[in-house]
Structures are given as structure tokens and as C-alpha cells.
């Protein structure tokens, strides 16, 4: 191997190392947020999601991996998103305004104040601010 060889590999293994650093950071600064967070596939189903979205309804974040956003509406707020938020979500990238969630015990309704955005692979990020609990 030619000391040209090396230094490529030595250059992408910093370039490694340093995107790990900042995804490490990244994760940490997403973590720490005192707004939930979450990461939605096309389907619609939770990807990653912050310890503060999870908990503002009743959950940690490894039971709704894998779930769809839906569970933790009721069919009437369902409705709602799709009549309203999703058209717009899809004519203008995003959407924000309030919802009413249900917690995992099935009764406290939590009020919310939600921003959806379009993300290029055809999820969504969605960030949202507990108001109160019901």
C-alpha cells in the first residue's frame, strides 16, 4: 500500500469519526429537548422519537417504534388530521396547530400544540408542546 493509500484512508477514517461525533451530539441535543420529537416513516410509523414526546403520553420510546402516530388519537382527532392537516402538509410541506392526543391509560386527554413537516423521504418529523392534560 503507497503512503498516498494511507493518508485517503487515514482522511476517511477522521471523516468517520467525525460524523459520529456529530451524530452522537445530535442525538444528545434531541434527547435533551424539553419538546417531544419525533421521526415518522411514510407509513406513518415512529422511527426515533425524544424521551419527551413519548412521555407526554404516557409511554417510553421503545413502545412506540414501530407503531403509527395513530394510537395516540381518538377517531374524531384522526379525522381532523387528515382532513386538514395532511392537505396541507401535502400543498405546502407543513403544518402546525393544536390536537388533542390520548395518553396510554385510554382517558387523559392531552392538548397539544403540534408542527408537522414533510420530509424528503416522504416521512415526517413532527415537533409538539404538551399545553395541558384533561
Known amino acids: 500500500m503507497t503512503d498516498n493509500h494511507l493518508k485517503k484512508i ?34 406513518g410509523k415512529y ?3 425524544n424521551k419527551a414526546h413519548s412521555e407526554m403520553f404516557g409511554y417510553n420510546p421503545t413502545e412506540l417504534i414501530g407503531e403509527s402516530w395513530e394510537i395516540l388519537y381518538k377517531k374524531e382527532d384522526l379525522d381532523f ?13 407543513k403544518w402546525s396547530g393544536v390536537s388533542f392526543g390520548i395518553m396510554k391509560d ?13 420530509l424528503s423521504n416522504g416521512g415526517l418529523i413532527c415537533t409538539c408542546i404538551e399545553t395541558k392534560k384533561k
Open 81 to 93: 388530521f387528515y382532513k386538514n392537516a395532511f392537505p396541507t402538509i401535502k400543498k405546502v410541506g
Open 106 to 118: 385510554g382517558f387523559t386527554i392531552v392538548e397539544e400544540n403540534v408542527y408537522l413537516t414533510a
Open 10 to 43: 487515514k482522511d476517511l477514517s477522521n471523516e468517520v469519526g467525525e460524523l459520529i461525533s456529530f451524530n452522537s451530539m445530535l442525538v444528545d441535543a434531541l434527547n435533551s429537548s424539553s419538546e417531544g420529537i419525533a421521526l415518522l416513516d411514510k407509513e
Open 47 to 49: 422511527i426515533w422519537l
